[in-house]
């Protein structure tokens, strides 16, 4: 059973309270004030708490970011009504205050920012009956904010770095995104010391060490710093945290049957419990809004859709029985679905046209519409990418016939052939291994955000000719500007209220 990981109204005015200038200031009988909170251990826990709170959140993985990651990529685009949020899909950056774009995203993620720096200014005042208790709460703050300026840092690169609790006069200067990642770097790193190596069953939800480790070979991948990665990798593959496995149904890392299985290295607990909006009520809604706004016509807002050429990326390579790869089932909905499996889903809806949808993460197995209160956990990271991602570094690092053996795990699962068999012009020929990797990642992992980061660590987006070879498969890529398109544009309003924050010369 999955725990999902709410807060308390009182935790929320306290938040915002300290973050008030005094003279708008107006003092609420029914709150705590910041120095009548963070006293006991049960302060600490719901602190810690509030933090996990934003992955709720409009900006963040209840809704928007998505569009960041998955329809701006190669993957997906947008042909929704609403232009403006379709244009920031296929690189028309008009508005940079556009708010659904970016400006809610950079919000959410400095507000969950400012929780952890609560977090971890003020519980260390605290006294605990065990120390170790005390730790475990800061681990998570430290792990927390890595996490959301990883993310900050792949989007906007040269960001903020703000380490203590904000208040309204604070200016903070922009750093370069190599300080971002070093900071990532050193959360994670310090978080992963006093982390477990696994939690309770009534804690499931939180990360652990194998979750930092994980976190770790990202951050280290996007600078591509190949040993450092390799050794995060080996310690979930090889070493002490070496607990994971594939599961066997593919489709079980994507509904509410199976959740935090042994696939699962971090994953967001969402839960239909609370019909509410996204505000900081106590009726705030804990779900995720993807799948309604990613939804076929008729089933969802479907705002955002994936790219036919991964239908057809599919359909390249049949497996041992000579019949398709059955992640294509799961991974989307398009026109051939009926006839290519015999899946009935949604019925004569598939008059939608030659167009194709993500199919991960919706609940057709149990409804035939979708809405705002999805309870679909979201796996951040599972182990199929962190095999795969090894044998990324391992390639990198001259390794490449070691390599083969952690992708042939993966297509194993899907009853396909060794890579070595299927695709024998590879050899140990470095640039052949990657370029079938990155089909082996697109394959596996289309629709679960890592594309994006995925296509800037690879070198794609830093020339016009292979930004040319994208734009074969989405011509979206026909308006991407090299040098300019890699980041977002930094909100103009944070830029015009901060002389310490430039906008990003390119734009």
């Not at 209840?62 to 244009?87: H, M, Q």
């Not at 950056?93 to 971890?120: H, P, S």
């Not at 990798?233 to 945290?241: C, H, S, V």
């Not at 809004?289 to 359909?315: H, T």
């Given at each position: 059973?999955?725990?999902?990981?709410?807060?308390?109204?009182?935790?929320?005015?306290?938040?915002?309270?300290?973050?008030?200038?005094?003279?708008?200031?107006?003092?609420?009988?029914?709150?705590?004030?910041?120095?009548?909170?963070?006293?006991?251990e049960?302060?600490?826990?719901?602190?810690?708490?509030?933090?996990?709170?934003?992955?709720?959140?409009?900006?963040?993985?209840?809704?928007?970011?998505?569009?960041?990651?998955?329809?701006?990529?190669?993957?997906?685009?947008?042909?929704?009504?609403?232009?403006?949020?379709?244009?920031?899909?296929?690189?028309?950056?008009?508005?940079?205050?556009?708010?659904?774009?970016?400006?809610?995203t950079?919000?959410?993620?400095?507000?969950?920012?400012?929780?952890?720096?609560?977090?971890?200014?003020?519980?260390?005042?605290?006294?605990?009956?065990n120390?170790?208790?005390?730790?475990?709460?800061?681990?998570?703050?430290?792990?927390?904010?890595?996490?959301?300026?990883?993310?900050?840092?792949?989007?906007?690169e040269?960001?903020?770095?703000?380490?203590?609790?904000?208040?309204?006069?604070?200016?903070?200067?922009?750093?370069?995104?190599?300080?971002?990642?070093?900071?990532?770097?050193?959360?994670?790193?310090?978080?992963?010391?006093d982390?477990?190596?696994?939690?309770?069953?009534?804690?499931?939800?939180?990360?652990?060490?194998?979750?930092?480790k994980?976190?770790?070979?990202?951050?280290?991948?996007?600078?591509?710093?190949?040993?450092?990665?390799?050794?995060?990798?080996?310690?979930?593959?090889?070493?002490?945290?070496?607990?994971?496995?594939?599961v066997?149904?593919?489709?079980?890392?994507?509904?509410?049957?199976?959740?935090?299985?042994?696939?699962?290295?971090?994953?967001?607990q969402?839960?239909?419990?609370?019909?509410?909006?996204?505000?900081?009520?106590?009726?705030?809604?804990?779900?995720?809004?993807?799948?309604?706004?990613?939804?076929?016509?008729?089933?969802?807002?479907?705002?955002?859709?994936?790219?036919?050429?991964?239908?057809?990326?599919?359909?390249?390579?049949p497996?041992?029985?000579?019949?398709?790869?059955?992640?294509?089932r799961?991974?989307?909905?398009?026109?051939?679905?009926?006839?290519?499996?015999?899946?009935?889903?949604?019925?004569?809806?598939?008059?939608?046209?030659?167009?194709?949808?993500?199919?991960?993460?919706?609940?057709?197995?149990?409804?035939?519409?979708?809405?705002y209160?999805?309870?679909?956990?979201?796996?951040?990271i599972?182990?199929?990418?962190?095999?795969?991602?090894?044998?990324?570094?391992?390639?990198?690092?001259?390794?490449?016939?070691d390599?083969?053996?952690?992708?042939?795990?993966?297509?194993?699962?899907?009853?396909?052939?060794?890579?070595?068999?299927?695709?024998?012009?590879?050899?140990?020929?470095?640039?052949k291994?990657?370029?079938?990797?990155?089909?082996?990642?697109?394959?596996?992992?289309?629709?679960?955000?890592?594309?994006?980061?995925?296509?800037?660590?690879?070198?794609?987006?830093?020339?016009?000719?292979?930004?040319?070879?994208i734009?074969?498969?989405?011509?979206?890529?026909?308006?991407f500007?090299?040098?300019?398109?890699?980041?977002?544009?930094?909100?103009?309003v944070?830029?015009?209220?901060?002389?310490?924050?430039?906008?990003?010369?390119?734009?």
């Amino acid at each position: 059973m999955k725990k999902i990981i709410i807060i308390t109204i009182g935790l929320i005015s306290i938040l915002f309270a300290s973050s008030c200038d005094d003279e708008l200031a107006q003092t609420n009988p029914n709150a705590l004030t910041t120095e009548q909170f963070w006293k006991t251990e049960s302060d600490a826990q719901a602190g810690v708490n509030a933090i996990y709170a934003m992955f709720y959140k409009d900006g963040l993985w209840a809704r928007w970011i998505y569009f960041r990651l998955d329809l701006t990529s190669d993957e997906g685009y947008s042909v929704s009504p609403w232009t403006e949020l379709a244009d920031w899909t296929r690189f028309n950056y008009v508005n940079y205050n556009f708010w659904e774009g970016q400006v809610v995203t950079w919000r959410d993620t400095y507000k969950a920012i400012f929780r952890c720096n609560q977090v971890l200014a003020n519980v260390p005042n605290i006294a605990f009956q065990n120390e170790d208790d005390k730790k475990k709460i800061l681990a998570q703050a430290k792990f927390l904010r890595a996490l959301h300026y990883y993310y900050a840092a792949v989007l906007w690169e040269d960001i903020p770095i703000v380490l203590t609790p904000s208040t309204p006069s604070d200016l903070p200067a922009q750093k370069n995104v190599t300080e971002v990642w070093a900071q990532v770097e050193k959360d994670l790193n310090e978080a992963f010391a006093d982390l477990p190596p696994s939690w309770g069953a009534d804690q499931t939800g939180r990360p652990d060490k194998g979750a930092a480790k994980a976190f770790l070979a990202k951050v280290y991948m996007q600078q591509r710093k190949w040993a450092e990665a390799k050794t995060a990798l080996e310690y979930l593959i090889t070493g002490p945290g070496a607990r994971y496995s594939l599961v066997s149904n593919y489709r079980d890392n994507f509904t509410d049957v199976s959740e935090n299985n042994s696939e699962s290295v971090f994953e967001i607990q969402f839960g239909d419990n609370r019909l509410g909006g996204t505000d900081e009520s106590q009726s705030a809604a804990v779900s995720s809004n993807r799948a309604q706004f990613f939804a076929p016509r008729s089933i969802g807002w479907s705002d955002g859709q994936a790219r036919l050429w991964l239908v057809n990326a599919f359909k390249q390579e049949p497996n041992k029985a000579g019949t398709l790869d059955i992640r294509l089932r799961w991974t989307l909905y398009y026109p051939e679905l009926l006839a290519d499996f015999g899946d009935k889903t949604y019925g004569k809806n598939w008059e939608w046209g030659n167009e194709a949808w993500f199919r991960k993460g919706s609940r057709d197995y149990y409804r035939n519409n979708e809405d705002y209160y999805s309870q679909v956990n979201y796996r951040l990271i599972r182990y199929a990418d962190i095999l795969l991602r090894y044998a990324e570094v391992l390639n990198e690092t001259g390794n490449t016939a070691d390599a083969y053996q952690y992708v042939d795990m993966v297509r194993a699962r899907v009853n396909l052939n060794t890579l070595a068999v299927a695709h024998p012009e590879i050899g140990n020929d470095h640039d052949k291994f990657l370029e079938r990797l990155k089909m082996e990642r697109a394959l596996e992992l289309a629709g679960e955000s890592v594309r994006w980061e995925d296509l800037k660590r690879w070198g794609d987006l830093n020339s016009q000719a292979s930004v040319d070879k994208i734009a074969l498969r989405d011509p979206d890529f026909n308006n991407f500007v090299v040098g300019k398109h890699h980041r977002l544009p930094i909100p103009q309003v944070e830029d015009e209220n901060n002389p310490n924050l430039n906008q990003h010369p390119e734009y």
